[in-house]
């Protein structure tokens, strides 16, 4: 771009870990003292897998047209998109009828919507609440800033590109996309995973190296385990 | 609010103060004397609530403006106190004795403009950014776009335009009168 | 046999003989005097064999060869025999306690030291009014003489304050042995008898001959001089003072009172009793080793003037009596004067220093039981037969007003104890050989006396019971280690239930096997203790010899003697917690107190006979059968700590160790209800005031059972936790009994066996978690789940009974619960019974997640599973639960029969495993068939289907997309029924706690007020005793006119 | 076997086929009264066999976690609870088949079974180590100690009107004319019960145990897949067993499938009835509303039976 400063150049400091995470030592009850490394003794420390879909066609098709027609969204708002999404439990859109309800903890949910520019900082929580969530899960991209920054292009804080950092199934365009925009967004998923094409997941574990190198490379201070079972 | 500036003036050195409206003034003063004015004004004139406290970056004068904008809610009053540091060594005095919410404005400046307050609470600590280790985003010698360019990657395909000359193209292509 | 009058011959003779030596020649004039005293001693003592085992009769001693009264005679009968004979022995060993003292000050001291045992033997012996005065001077000279020679600067102070006293004392003595003399014509004190002077113009002669000779004993308020001498004095000296002078001025007042005649008798009473009340409460106050002696010894003496005052009353039992506590006042004083001779300074905690030497602890703990009238010591029987003469008497205030002083006495004495036990002294101990030695001797003296009370009690001698010798056994094994010491008790505890359950109806044989069994499988968890774990094994053992005993019990004196074993025993094992002094205090206060309303009722109960067969409970006339009803229940809830009564509990079980609490909790607890079983099956419903006692016995149960349940849901401690909700379960046994139905019963013992078996399980399992975790507060456990399986495992076993869900045996005792009261009329106290159940969920809920699920802690992420030992009998205990859940008729159904033939239904049909009732059935092998079908089928079906589950670890949560901070601020645990507290929270209101420590508090108060009359000051010494016996004067008068 | 006299293995199938009615009804009827809830708002809502599909969904899930083995068995204590409720109280009264296996024991085993899975549960989520899982249950426990109570209370009045425990024989007296129901013959134990009936239904304004908005959902905050397959099972079908054991003291009972459908449906559509219109209340304050409503009808139904 041709308005861009050349002699600006930013600094590539390493942050240091937090310091609830850097390995301590403790006293035990009986005067032992042990080393205490938390990122190893707090979090799993095992990588996504990729899992294979059901062996037969039918049981797949089965539970492919139940996913789709169960589709639990993670209550997570990131940015303006979030009152966008309110809307929808509405009587005027109903999305329940679709089999849509909105779940409180990502263990419970399939479908993250990033609704709206994210963050730096939000994006860590984004990737947190997406590796919690259980395999096959889906991402959605809400609005412009999501797809190339919108808005946010120059921000020194907002990331441009989500299918940089998670692998995102559908975008909705619009700045922001209208609730119906949305409904209908959420049957065109319906139709991808019905049609078996969903894998954003596996494609995830798969690409986990590239992916990893993505968020590292914006988030700095990584004080979480490469992977949040 | 004129008459309190008179009344002040004796004691304090002011600068020429600005009125934007008949209840709102900005003013500068030294530095050294910020405190004692802040304190006289909260105690005895009843500017008891601190309504923000903010920086300018004068990069061209290689100076920091802070300003302390001060309220008294009997009167309806607005006083805005605009103090210079030197931008080399930002250092500020802190008034978080005076009102404990001015820790909170001071870890921003800390973070933001890289002006530290000695003796604040919490102020070395991480306010909205995390692990942020370039310049302070709010100084005006950091480049945000070019920051961005180099951080965060582009779609490719996406276009840039000026407002004004694509929205005067979309919406009014044939004028002036033939520039097409 | 020789003359008793060869006693004084000795002590003057050698006293003149010491005169003769060099006053460079100590070491001879030490053997000379040494050598007097045992002679001495020789003659008394075998005066005494020979009359107490009738090889004799009592002589007459005429001297100047003429009869009186025209000469002085002296008498040794089997009573001045024994009192010589303690007073000697005592001259004796204090004489070898001072040797080093002695020697130093040279053969003066010794000189006084013979004429005041010799002035003592003969205050003993005379028989005339005169001689006695001069016995009396000679030792007030020979006591001043002594008391001057102590180092302390101090006792010279002391020792004046006492001459002048002394004088005034003189002076009133003679007076009356003038007015007499001129009443009587005569100071024969058998001359004088013969004609009664109550009534004639000799009264004002008696009055000031009697006071005269009650002052020297020291009577409260009058007795400031006498403390100042117990304090300063040599102790070797003071154990003389204590022991062998208060015992001869006793039996001087007790010839005179005979003389006087029986309406004297009221005066010395009363004095007695203000004496030992107020002496006692002084005590209290005291911090100061010897003072507290002191005041302990007034007390003792006004003790045994009451009984004395009785001396008509109690007939043949007087000697018996009187003695006892004689005997046990002057051998556990005097041990404990020489032991403090050892003890460097002069604060009770100082005492603390005897722990260096284990042996010096035993003799402590000895002399301190002795004192208190525990068993098997001869106050135990005296304290028996007393309150025996005085219910009989129908004396019941009197009873009453004698039982809390003994209970305050033995408060100080406990308070004493424990401070030694568990605080720290800057001081070591002042080690003297001799001195053990006398101490020790004084201790066997101690065995001995106690053998022969026994002997003559005419009930069992409880000092050859096998169950307490057994214990007492491992006083001088404790030298072996633990372990070989715990295999001899199992065995033992083995032994002793296979030997005694023949013959048991089936429900003593129930309480046997969770008392002596259960014990030996407790004792399992001690192997895990190493060392010699000295001074455990004789506590613990006292304890189950106790309950054992307390089951196979045929009489009232039998249950009150195995009663105080078991309380006695349990105290010295919660004693050795680490933070349980003031704990193990409350304890024993609360039990001696229960102990006495106990003896109280029995001693109404047996309506003059020295005891009774427990069976004839049942034959208690209706008039006062709700009192010993009322007493009794008393003594036995106290036990069970029903609400009200709870404040010892939760301290007393939480504090004390590892396998200590499970005992106490676990067993010790039973044999209140046991004690409640016995007295409804014998007594049965009694209405006081037109009040079924049986209901309020169901309020107090379901009271308990509900507060306890809340309290215990606010408990952080998880020892204190499960003692609460002990309150809260026998609450539930007390509920059950007093239903007085079949059901009902049969509830309560579901609820003794479960409560047994669980509580023992959680305390383990508690414990376990506290020996690797160092600590009892929840919140700083948590996620203890993988590293402590087995723990885990017992508690959620244990939790799962406990609430009564199926199909674990909790449900059977609730199944029992609810058919109980579906037959009975009451409706109101199920209410509180209702909320109590669901409340126990909070706290079982909070105990297992607290401790294993959450979080776990950095500190405990290497902690190991509980010890092997600990775990063992957790696991038999599981086992238990388990198989008694599937078949709870292999207990319960000889127990229902055995209550179906004293209530005379068979509400319960027991057909193959199923039990049906009027009202319902229950099959607990198909509640568990299906349970367990219907568990494993989902099981297998989740396992098909999640069997590839990733295995994460505890920050592995969803934090609302953020990251944990650390395991302490991520455990839910502090307060952790804080909303319940915000709703319920008023019932923590510590009402009961705040009574006790009012009560508490007013006692304190009395004696610190009552203390500013001991100004220090002699002349008002003086004044206060002029004062008193104006007093007294005025009282005795009135009452006499 | 006489410890089992009444067993045959054909019992069995009667018990699996009970399960099975009880389970889809409880499916379907659930999503219905979703259905009407959202009519109510002027919503479509839900199709009826969302429920099914939601189940599908969750066993389909490829990707689990476990954080331990009491984690593990939360579900399974959860649904056995939730089943054995169901077997160990007679379904349909005067049918053979569907008497389950309520031999086994008498009133007193449902109300306590009813902790089993409550139980369970709590330890699950315990060891997630989740904080608002534990929340959640000290706020559930706190609830439940009141709550239960006026049933306690209401049922034990009814049985001493009845004078027996057992299930069978309180429907049996209940039959022959309307009047006879408990509700008619009894009516302020009846009261006192549905008042903790609706307490326990997790329904408004009794549900600040799983609050979503500032708990997430409480304890089953960390299950997903085929755990909260099970839960949602156990969801559907313990509430109907729940209604069954309500419907058998106080209403009559059910001698036939479709007077237990109609009577679970009604009584279960008071608490959502009460729901819909009620705000929530804090534990405290629920505390204090069963002593202040439930705990005096209760006490006066025993005191005048």
Same mark, same amino acid.
């Given at each position: ?20 995470l850097r ?23 095992a990588q996504p897998k ?12 089965f ?7 169960? /589709? ?6 990131t940015?303006?998109?979030?009152i ?25 949910a ?12 939000? /994006? ?28 946010y ?12 950092y /998670?692998?995102?199934? /559908? ?16 049957m ?18 798969e ?10 490379a914006?988030i ?10 | ?18 009125f ?20 006289e ?8 609530h ?48 005076l ?5 909170t ?8 403009f ?28 950091f ?12 779609r490719p395909g ?23 | ?8 011959a000795a ?24 050598g ?20 004799t ?18 008498r ?44 003592l ?6 028989r ?13 000279i ?9 180092k302390?600067?101090?006792a010279?102070?002391?020792g004046?304050?006492?001459l ?52 020297e004993?020291k ?18 000296f ?33 004095i ?9 409460l ?6 100061h ?7 302990s ?11 004395i ?54 003799l402590?703990?000895v ?13 135990f ?25 003994a ?12 401070m ?11 080690i003297?050989l ?33 169950p ?8 001088p ?5 633990a ?14 239930f ?17 008392m ?5 499988i ?5 192997f ?17 010899a ?5 089951v ?6 039998q ?33 001696l107190g ?24 049942s ?34 079980h ?23 079983f016995?007295?409804l099956?014998?007594m ?16 107090l149960?379901?009271?308990s ?7 215990s849901?606010?408990q ?14 026998m ?13 009902g ?5 579901m ?17 376990g ?20 399986p087995f723990t ?11 609430s ?7 449900f ?11 037959s ?10 209702f ?5 126990g ?17 950095d500190e ?21 639960l ?16 055995y209550i ?12 193959g ?8 059935t ?6 568990w ?12 079906l ?5 069997h590839?589950?990733q295995k994460?670890?505890?920050?592995n949560?969803?934090?609302s ?8 601020t ?34 304190h108060g009395?004696a ?16 206060q ?17 | ?5 009444? $067993?045959?293995?054909v ?18 009827m ?8 959202a ?33 593990y ?35 007193i ?46 049922v034990?009045?009814?049985?001493l ?8 024989e ?5 039959q ?24 326990t ?6 549900d ?29 079908l $313990? ?10 003291? $106080?209403?009559?009972?059910?001698t036939?499938?479709a007077?237990?459908a ?6 279960y559509m ?19 509303? $069963? ?8 006490v ?6």
């Open positions: 771009m041709e308005d861009v400063d050349d002699k600006f150049l930013k600094k590539n400091k390493e942050v240091p870990l937090r310091e609830e390995p301590r030592k403790v006293t035990t009850p009986d005067g032992q003292e042990i080393e205490i490394e938390p990122l190893r003794d707090y979090f799993c420390e990729v899992h294979p879909k059901a062996y037969s066609k039918i049981v797949e098709d539970y492919n047209w139940a996913r789709s027609n169960s /589709l639990w969204i993670l209550g997570f708002g940015g303006c998109g979030a966008e999404m309110r809307p929808l439990m509405t009587p005027r859109f109903d999305a329940y009828r679709y089999g849509i309800q909105w779940r409180p903890t990502p263990r419970q399939n479908l993250l919507v990033i609704s709206g520019y994210l963050s730096v900082k939000t /994006l860590k929580r984004a990737i947190r609440a997406y590796e919690q969530m259980p395999q096959p899960k889906y991402v959605m991209g809400l609005g412009s800033c999501t797809i190339n920054g919108g808005m292009w120059d921000s020194y804080n907002t990331i441009k590109r989500l299918d940089d /998670l692998p995102v199934d /559908l975008y909705i365009a619009g700045c922001m996309p209208r609730p119906e925009a949305l409904l209908h967004g959420f065109e998923l319906k139709q991808i995973i019905r049609k078996g094409e969903a894998e954003g997941a596996n494609k995830y574990a690409n986990f190296a590239q992916y990893k190198a993505n968020q590292k914006v700095k201070d990584w004080d979480m385990p490469d992977y949040n079972w | 609010m004129r008459e309190l500036l008179y009344r002040l003036k004796d004691r304090y050195h002011f600068g020429t103060p600005t934007q409206r008949d209840d709102l003034c900005f003013v500068t003063v030294k530095r050294s004397e910020l405190r004692a004015i802040l304190t004004l909260r105690d005895v004139e009843g500017f008891t601190l309504t923000l406290l903010t920086a300018v970056d004068w990069i061209e004068e290689q100076q920091f403006q802070l300003t302390y904008m001060i309220n008294n809610r009997e009167a309806n009053l607005t006083l805005a106190l605009r103090v210079m540091l030197d931008r080399e060594d930002a250092t500020g005095d802190t008034i978080h004795d009102w404990p919410t001015a820790a404005y001071q870890r921003e400046l800390r973070e933001m890289g002006i530290n307050f000695p003796g604040s609470p919490r102020v070395d600590e991480e306010f909205i950014l995390e692990g942020w280790t370039d310049l302070p985003p709010y100084r005006r010698d480049d945000t776009l070019a920051y961005s360019q180099q951080t965060y990657h582009d996406r276009e840039t335009h000026d407002p004004k000359t694509h929205m005067q193209k979309v919406l009014y292509a044939d004028y002036p009168k033939g520039a097409k | 046999m020789v003359n008793p009058l060869l006693i004084l002590g003057l003779g050698a006293a003149f003989l010491l005169g003769l030596l060099r006053e460079t020649s100590e070491r001879a004039a030490f053997h000379t005097t040494v007097a005293l045992a002679v001495m001693a020789f003659v008394a003592l075998s005066w005494t064999v020979a009359l107490a085992s009738g090889q009769d009592p002589v007459e001693m005429l001297t100047a060869g003429a009869k009186p009264p025209f000469a002085i005679n002296l040794t009968g089997i009573a001045e025999a024994a009192l010589t004979s303690v007073v000697t022995l005592t001259g004796l060993l204090s004489a070898f306690f001072m040797r080093r003292d002695l020697l130093r000050l040279g053969r003066r001291a010794m000189a006084v030291l013979l004429v005041l045992i010799m002035a033997s003969g205050l003993i012996m005379t005339d009014l005169f001689n006695m005065f001069v016995f009396l001077e000679l030792i007030v020979a006591t001043a003489g002594l008391v001057l020679l102590s302390d600067t101090r010279l102070a002391a004046f304050k006492y002048v006293v002394s004088q005034v004392i003189s002076i009133l003595l003679l007076i009356g042995i003038i007015f007499t003399y001129h009443a009587n014509g005569s100071l024969n004190i058998d001359d004088i008898s013969e004609v009664p002077m109550g009534a004639n113009g000799a009264s004002l002669a008696m009055f000031l001959v009697l006071i005269a000779l009650i002052l004993l009577p409260f308020p009058a007795n400031g001089w006498a403390l100042d001498i117990y304090e300063s004095a040599h102790p070797g003071s154990a003389i003072f204590s022991a062998a002078s208060g015992s001869a001025a006793l039996f001087a007042v007790y010839k005179v009172l005979a003389m006087a005649g029986p309406d004297w008798a009221l005066l010395a009473a009363g007695g009793i203000v004496t030992f009340v107020g002496a006692n002084l005590a209290l106050a005291q911090t080793d010897r003072r507290l002696l002191g005041y010894s007034v007390g003792q003496i006004g003790l045994i003037l009451l009984v005052g009785f001396a008509d009353r109690l007939g043949d039992s007087f000697l018996y009596i009187a003695g006892g506590l004689l005997v046990s006042h002057a051998i556990a004083k005097a041990g404990l004067f020489w032991l403090s001779g050892m003890v460097k300074a002069r604060d009770l905690s100082d005492w603390a220093a005897l722990r260096e030497n284990p042996v010096l602890v035993v402590f703990a002399f301190i039981a002795m004192l208190t009238g525990l068993p098997p010591f001869p106050a029987y005296a304290k028996w037969s007393f309150v025996h003469v005085l219910a009989t008497d129908g004396a019941y205030s009197l009873m009453a007003v004698f039982l809390i002083a209970l305050i006495e033995a408060t100080v004495l406990f308070r004493w104890f424990g030694a036990l568990k605080r720290s002294s800057g001081h070591s101990l002042h003297s001799t001195g053990e030695a006398i101490a020790l001797i004084a201790a066997a003296l101690a065995i001995a006396v106690s053998w022969v009370w026994g002997n003559l009690s005419g009930q069992e001698n409880l000092i050859t019971l096998v307490l010798l057994f214990a007492l056994l491992f006083l094994l404790d030298i072996l280690p372990r070989i010491k715990n295999v001899l008790a199992i065995a033992g505890l083995v032994f002793w296979a030997v005694t359950k023949n013959g048991l109806d089936p429900l003593r044989y129930v309480f046997l096997i969770i002596v069994l259960g014990g030996a407790l004792l399992l968890a001690s895990h203790a190493t060392g010699r774990r000295m001074g455990f094994y004789t506590p613990a053992l006292l304890m189950f106790g309950m054992g005993l307390l196979t019990s045929e009489t009232s004196f249950f009150f003697a195995a009663w105080e074993f078991l309380t006695v025993g349990s105290y010295f094992l919660i004693l050795r917690g680490q933070d349980s002094e003031p704990h193990a205090l409350s304890y024993i206060t609360f039990s229960g102990a006495f309303a106990l003896l109280a009722g029995f001693a109404i109960a047996a309506n003059g006979a020295p005891t009774f067969p427990i069976e004839n409970l034959e208690v006339p209706s008039r006062i059968a709700p009192y010993v009803f009322v007493l009794l229940a008393a003594g036995f809830l106290t036990k069970t700590a029903v609400m009200g009564l709870h404040i010892w509990l939760p301290g007393a939480a504090e004390a160790e590892t396998d200590v609490s499970p005992m106490v909790s676990g067993i010790l607890l039973k044999a209140g209800l046991f004690g409640l016995v007295l099956m014998e049965g419903r009694q209405e006081l005031f037109g009040v079924d006692l049986t209901i309020v016995l169901v309020w149960g379901a009271l059972a509900f507060i306890g349940a809340v309290l849901a606010f952080e401690d998880a020892k204190r936790l499960l003692a609460y909700s002990s309150i809260s379960q609450g539930y046994a007390v509920f059950g009994l007093a239903l007085m139905n079949h059901l019963w049969l509830l309560a013992l609820f003794a066996i479960n409560h047994f078996v669980y509580k023992s399980m959680l305390f383990l399992a508690v414990g978690v506290k020996e690797r975790t160092h600590t009892k507060l929840m919140y700083k456990m948590g996620g203890l789940i993988t590293l402590m885990f495992v017992s508690v959620l076993v244990g939790i799962i009974a406990m009564g869900v199926p199909p674990l045996s909790g059977g005792g609730r199944w029992i619960f609810y058919n109980a009261i579906m009975t009329d009451l409706r109101l106290p199920m209410i509180l019974i909320m109590a159940g669901p409340v969920f909070l706290y079982l809920f909070r105990l297992i997640h607290t401790i294993f699920l959450g979080q776990l802690k405990l992420r290497l902690t190991k599973e509980a010890p092997f030992w600990i775990l063992l009998p957790q696991m038999l205990f599981v086992g238990f388990l198989s008694f859940a599937i078949l709870p008729g292999m207990i319960l159904r000889r127990v229902d029969s179906g033939t004293l209530f005379g239904d068979t509400p319960l049909v027991w057909t495993k199923i039990v049906d009732s009027q009202y319902g229950w099959n607990p092998v198909a509640i068939g299906v349970i367990a079908t219907v568990f494993v089928v989902v099981f297998i989740l396992i098909w289907m999640n590839n589950a994460v670890k505890q920050f949560i969803v934090f997309a953020e990251r944990p901070f650390k395991p302490q991520t455990h839910f645990a502090w307060n952790f029924f804080a909303p319940y507290r915000k709703a319920m929270g008023f019932l923590e209101t510590p009402v009961a706690t705040s009574f006790w420590s009012g009560v508490s508090n007013m006692l009395t610190d007020f009552t203390r500013k009359l001991y100004t220090g000051n002699g002349q008002t010494y003086a004044v005793l002029l004062f008193f016996v104006i007093a007294v004067y005025l009282i005795a008068m009135g009452g006499l006119s | 076997m006489n410890s089992l006299p009444n $067993f045959e293995w019992q069995v199938a009667y018990a699996l086929l009970t399960l099975f009615i009880v389970i889809n009804y409880g499916m379907v659930t999503a219905v009264v979703r259905k009407i809830g009519r109510v708002g002027g919503r479509y809502g839900i199709p009826v066999w969302q429920n099914y599909i939601d189940l599908a969904k969750n066993i389909a899930l490829r990707s689990k976690i476990t954080h331990g083995v009491m984690f068995l939360g579900p399974v204590f959860r649904l056995t609870g939730g089943v054995g409720l169901l077997l160990f109280v007679p379904t349909i009264y005067g049918s053979e088949w569907h008497q389950n296996f309520s031999y086994a024991g008498d009133l085993l449902a109300l306590y079974f009813i902790f089993f899975g409550t139980l369970g549960m709590a330890l699950g989520a315990g060891e997630s180590g989740h904080p608002h899982s534990a929340i959640g249950v000290s706020r559930g426990l706190s609830q439940v100690t009141m709550a239960e109570l006026p049933l306690a209370l209401g034990y009045a009814l049985s009107q009845y004078q027996t425990l057992d299930i069978t309180i429907v049996a007296a209940q022959g004319s309307i009047f006879n129901w408990t509700v008619f013959t009894n009516p302020l134990a009846t009261v006192a019960a549905m008042v903790a009936f609706v307490g239904m997790m329904r408004s304004p009794f600040v145990v799983i609050a979503p908005q500032e708990i997430p959902i409480g304890p089953p905050t960390e299950y997903h897949s085929s755990y909260l397959a099970l839960m949602q099972t156990n969801r559907v $313990f509430p109907v067993a729940k209604t069954v054991i309500y419907m058998n003291l $106080f209403f009559g009972g059910a036939s499938w007077e237990f109609i009577k679970v449906f009604c009584l008071v608490s959502v009835v009460i729901g819909v219109v009620h705000p929530r209340f804090r534990v405290e304050q629920s505390i204090r509303f $069963f002593l202040k409503w439930g705990l005096p009808i209760g006066l139904a025993i005191l005048t039976v």
